[in-house]
């Protein structure tokens, strides 16, 4: 589907702005991004409140960063920050979600 297909990723400093093959653009917070982050690490920590909370306080502790961007595949994207988790991988169709969660269209 067109809207899990990422044609572009820009950075800035505090957020990227990501382009979906419906033509769809958003702006998305780094902070967005890695407080929902699906690796093995972070992914259980958004199972309940209380253990989502202490990962968003985690992160928000955090230097704010611009990603390193690897592409995964046709499917998604590996983001390494300097610190914190690095190792998930962001699949379109999830960064899709995220972005009309968390997002702002533009
Ligand atoms: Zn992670």
Redo the contacts with the bound molecule.
């Keep these: 589907m067109s809207r899990d297909l990422l044609t572009d990723l820009e950075r800035s400093d505090e957020y990227c702005v990501l382009r979906f093959a419906d033509g769809l653009s958003f702006r998305l917070s780094y902070f967005s991004i890695r407080s929902n982050?699906q690796?093995a690490?972070?992914k259980p920590r958004q199972e309940n409140d209380q253990r989502r909370i202490e990962l968003e306080q985690e992160i928000a502790r955090l230097r704010v960063e611009k990603p390193r961007v690897t592409p995964v595949g046709r499917y998604g994207v590996q983001l390494e920050w300097p610190s914190g988790?690095s190792?998930?991988i962001h699949s379109f169709s999830h960064l899709r979600e995220v972005c009309e969660a968390h997002g702002e269209q533009i």
């Design positions: 982050c690796c690490k972070c988790c190792s998930g």
